[in-house]
Structures are given as structure tokens and as C-alpha cells.
């Protein structure tokens, strides 16, 4: 089993930065790429960015050159940095797992409330 931790969410002015991290523990090890979506009511969850193992990375083009996921191998955690925020922005944002016996992301965080106002 893997658990994962959101921390970071909250509020922001529009064009304002939040970084998300997405902490890692239980059987972390085998967790091969982390990915953050976001979701707001009424509509579909929406891939974000992803960070694999071996350190590549994909962001969203809905925030390609505004938001950036990094990793730090030692503890286990990911982020995402986000930049110039914009109100649509604005939803939970959750962190993902999965590793080489999953055929997705199965382990989850609780999600962390991203506000931005204009």
C-alpha cells in the first residue's frame, strides 16, 4: 500500500504562486510515476502534470508554462509549482500513484482546495 499527503492548498490572488507537494509513505518505493490532477464540481478531472521515476515530466497545455512538477527522490515527494495563477485555476487538486503492478493510478491523496480570485 502507498499513502499519499497533500499539503500547499489555498488561497491566492490572481497572477500569485502556490506550490503543491504530494508526500509519499507505506510501500512508496515501488511508486513509478505521481501525477496531479485537479476537478472542480460539475466537471471532469483534469490530468495536470506528471513526474515518472526516472524524471521525466509532462504538464497540461491548459498550464503548460505556468505550472512546473519537480521531484525529490530522497523523500518521496512531488510537486507542483504554479505560477500566474488565473481564477480558472481555482479547484481541488489531488496527487496519484502508480507503480509497475497497477495498469493506473490507484492510490490517491485527499485533495487540497486551490482558490485563486481576480
Known amino acids: 500500500q502507498v499513502q499519499l499527503m497533500e499539503c500547499g492548498g489555498g488561497l491566492s490572488q490572481a497572477g500569485g504562486s502556490l506550490r503543491l507537494s504530494c508526500a509519499t509513505s507505506?510501500?512508496?518505493?515501488?511508486?513509478?510515476?505521481i501525477a496531479w490532477y485537479r476537478q472542480t464540481p460539475g466537471t471532469q478531472r483534469e490530468l495536470v502534470a506528471t513526474?515518472?521515476?526516472?524524471?521525466?515530466?509532462s504538464v497540461a497545455d491548459s498550464v503548460k508554462g505556468r505550472f512546473t512538477i519537480t521531484g525529490d527522490s530522497a523523500r518521496y515527494t512531488a510537486y507542483l509549482h504554479m505560477n500566474s495563477l488565473k481564477p480558472e485555476d481555482t479547484a481541488v487538486y489531488s496527487c496519484a500513484a502508480r507503480t509497475s503492478s497497477t495498469s493506473g493510478y490507484v492510490y490517491w491523496g485527499q485533495g487540497t482546495q486551490v482558490t485563486v480570485s481576480s
Open positions: 513526474i515518472a521515476s526516472d524524471g521525466s515530466t
Open positions: 507505506g510501500n512508496q518505493f515501488v511508486v513509478n510515476t
